[in-house]
């Protein structure tokens, strides 16, 4: 049965004498690879050499802190309410007296989680949050066996107090 | 009976509406905006000025302009009357200043506070005002006043409505809350600290149109738009028990009272239904509160999605078992 017109009739014809030989053929396929060798290669070393990532690309979030390492996140909400595929869950609970130099504002986030398998990383919680507190880092999220693992609390997503995570990139970047 | 036109829609009201109310009676299109005018309670309005109009045409006997904006909360109409609301430039100008000056001295601290999202001063500010603010001076702060275990007042936040001052005169028996202090220094207080123990005290949370007085029974919780609002009332002796509950999953978080289309509440309700009942077992629920769709409130619910009949009926067709036989 035909379904299309579009089908054409293919005829082997016979081979030439110099056909037959096949080594024009072998060596023309020979010049392409040789060619290849001398050129800049596509791939990188994975591990050793790093490709450099755009300013703007957005991986794994970061909680901020302030100058005097103070949590920024007041639990807010907004960027759960923003975020489009829900992956954003938080309680807030209350700052007692003498925790002042843990969080920066009344409020913080108890429980902060983001569930990364959700995450389509669009960084609508980082245009979202009032508070300089949740930024996308050039960082890559960190592979795991289950999917309970990449539920990420606030201990992956803090930054911590020595070892600060850079986002000025970002912050340059930002267009209003 | 008085004819008023309000930006080109006329209405007949009797003798002695305000052209507040009669605008109301037109519709929320044209309703100015109010932070400090509740209709449940007497005598309030006046204060705020959000509710600004320009009155064109005084009357029909004296069809002169009114020379000034005028409180349309407090403004009686006339007959013949004609009166700009969103149509007049002039107004628009005037409640960005309102906006303005409500602002000066409120803290901004909408992510930490429990009202955002249901607070009429956002709502105020993202229509009429501008997103910058021109004041070099500190703003005002004040020490912390504990006024009782189930409402949290922050006075930084408040807007001098008196809202809650009419509240405590008017619902409540015996005042033990009132405005102390004079001009730019005024603060709600109760005085020497007392509790407020009255039972339809909590009643002040719901009308306060900003984040001043909370529930404390939910202070940092939730914020609202993640809790979701039924309809239910339970049998009380002391007020009509229909209230809303606020969910978060099978968790009753909040109860207050039901709101209107004004953010006005239909009924106060007691403390014992707003503070002690939060369990589902308390009440017979009505069913879900309709939440405008434009209300954040509204915000990643999907009660009312609707599939497109196309789809439903052309595209996705099941097929049955005879047909399915024959393809």
């Known amino acids: 049965m035909q379904l299309t017109n579009r089908s054409k009739v293919v005829t082997q014809p016979e081979m030439t004498w110099v056909e037959k030989l096949y080594l024009p053929a072998?060596?023309?396929?020979?010049?392409?690879?040789?060619?290849?060798?001398?050129?800049?290669?596509?791939?990188?070393k994975y591990p050793e050499v790093q490709k450099a990532f755009a300013p703007v690309y957005r991986g794994m979030h970061v909680l901020k802190r302030d100058e005097q390492g103070r949590e920024n996140c007041t639990a807010c909400g907004l960027c759960a309410v923003s975020c489009p595929a829900e992956a954003i869950t938080m309680d807030a609970a209350e700052r007692k007296k003498g925790e002042e130099h843990l969080y920066r504002e009344e409020k913080y986030a108890a429980k902060y989680e983001i569930n990364m398998l959700r995450c389509i990383y669009c960084g609508?919680?980082?245009?979202?949050?009032?508070?300089?507190?949740?930024?996308?880092?050039?960082?890559?999220?960190?592979?795991?066996?289950?999917?309970?693992?990449?539920?990420?609390?606030?201990d992956m997503l803090v930054e911590k107090i020595e070892e600060r995570v850079d986002i000025s990139k970002r912050q340059k970047?930002?267009?209003? | 009976m008085a004819k008023v036109t309000i930006d080109g829609?006329?209405?007949?009201?009797?003798?002695?509406?305000?052209?507040?109310?009669?605008?109301?009676?037109?519709?929320?299109?044209?309703?100015?905006?109010?932070?400090?005018?509740?209709?449940?309670?007497?005598?309030?309005?006046?204060?705020?000025?959000?509710?600004?109009?320009?009155?064109?045409?005084?009357?029909?006997?004296?069809p002169r302009p009114m020379p000034k904006l005028v409180a349309s909360c407090r403004t009686n109409v006339m007959d013949g009357m004609e009166v700009g609301n969103v149509t007049s430039p002039k107004v628009t100008e005037a409640r960005k200043g309102v906006v303005e000056f409500l602002l000066l001295n409120h803290p901004l601290d909408c992510p930490i506070c429990?009202?955002?999202?249901?607070?009429?001063?956002?709502?105020?500010?993202y229509?009429?005002?501008?997103?910058?603010?021109?004041?070099?001076?500190?703003?005002?702060?004040?020490?912390?006043?504990?006024?009782?275990?189930?409402?949290?007042?922050?006075m930084t936040r408040c807007i001098l409505c008196y809202r809650c001052v009419k509240v405590a005169n008017q619902i409540t028996d015996g005042r033990v809350h009132g405005v102390i202090n004079r001009g730019d220094h005024s603060e709600i207080s109760t005085y020497v600290q007392q509790a407020v123990d009255n039972d339809f005290s909590g009643n002040v949370i719901d009308v306060c149109p900003v984040g001043a007085l909370t529930d404390k029974t939910f202070r940092f919780k939730s914020?609202?738009?993640?809790?979701?609002?039924?309809?239910?009332?339970?049998?009380?002796?002391?007020?009509?028990?229909?209230?809303?509950?606020?969910?978060?999953?099978?968790?009753?978080?909040?109860?207050t009272g039901r709101k209107d289309q004004w953010g006005e509440v239909e009924e106060f309700i007691c403390n014992t239904c707003r503070f002690d009942k939060k369990n589902t077992s308390d009440w017979t629920v009505e069913g879900p509160t309709a939440v405008n769709r434009h209300s954040v409130i509204s915000a990643n619910h999907y009660e009312v999605f609707k599939q497109p009949t196309e789809f439903k009926l052309n595209v996705v067709k099941p097929l049955s078992i005879e047909e399915g036989e024959q393809a």
């Open chain 2, 223 to 255: 914020r609202v738009w993640f809790t979701k609002p039924v309809n239910a009332h339970r049998n009380c002796e002391k007020c009509s028990g229909k209230v809303n509950l606020w969910y978060k999953g099978e968790e009753v978080l909040r109860v």
């Open chain 1, 26 to 44: 072998i060596f023309s396929g020979l010049q392409i690879t040789i060619k290849h060798l001398f050129r800049k290669k596509a791939t990188l």
């Open chain 2, 9 to 62: 829609r006329t209405i007949e009201v009797p003798d002695g509406t305000t052209i507040l109310q009669a605008a109301r009676m037109i519709g929320p299109e044209v309703a100015p905006p109010t932070m400090c005018y509740y209709s449940k309670l007497k005598t309030s309005g006046g204060y705020c000025r959000t509710c600004l109009v320009e009155v064109t045409k005084g009357s029909e006997k004296d």
């Open chain 2, 127 to 154: 229509e009429h005002g501008s997103s910058k603010t021109r004041t070099d001076f500190e703003r005002r702060t004040f020490e912390k006043i504990d006024i009782g275990e189930k409402i949290q007042l922050h």
């Open chain 1, 124 to 154: 609508l919680c980082e245009e979202a949050c009032p508070k300089d507190a949740i930024y996308l880092t050039d960082r890559i999220v960190p592979s795991e066996y289950t999917r309970g693992e990449f539920v990420f609390g606030k």
């Open chain 1, 173 to 176: 970047n930002y267009t209003i």
């Open chain 2, 114 to 125: 429990d009202q955002a999202g249901e607070c009429h001063l956002q709502d105020l500010s």
